[in-house]
């Protein structure tokens, strides 16, 4: 999606450059102003693009599994048929 909204920003950048001088009715303004405006807005999607999921979330990121509860993760281990998780035990000499 970065290469196509890159792609994008450079389009409307040449087309800006090359928008000629004088079109009928006051219209070069008009364009002036849109295509601006379309560079700024896929200036911001791409620097949107760039922060990753979850430093849009922040802090908000873990709500859900703390609405759940320690009970619903409690009940999901014992629906589990092996308890084997987490770090192997020592092996002692």
Not at 43 to 69: H, I, M, N, W
Not at 75 to 86: I, V
């Amino acid at each position: 999606m970065k290469q196509e909204l890159a792609a994008l920003k450079n389009i409307l950048d040449q087309t800006l450059d090359t928008l000629p001088e004088n079109l009928p009715e006051n219209r070069t303004a008009r364009c002036r102003e849109l295509l601006a405006s379309a560079l700024a807005l896929t200036g911001d999607l791409l620097k949107q693009a760039k922060t990753p999921s979850a430093v849009a979330l922040g802090r908000k990121g873990g709500q859900a599994s703390a609405q759940k509860g320690s009970d619903y993760f409690r009940k999901l281990a014992a629906k589990r048929k092996t308890h084997g998780g987490g770090r192997p035990r020592k092996e002692s000499d």
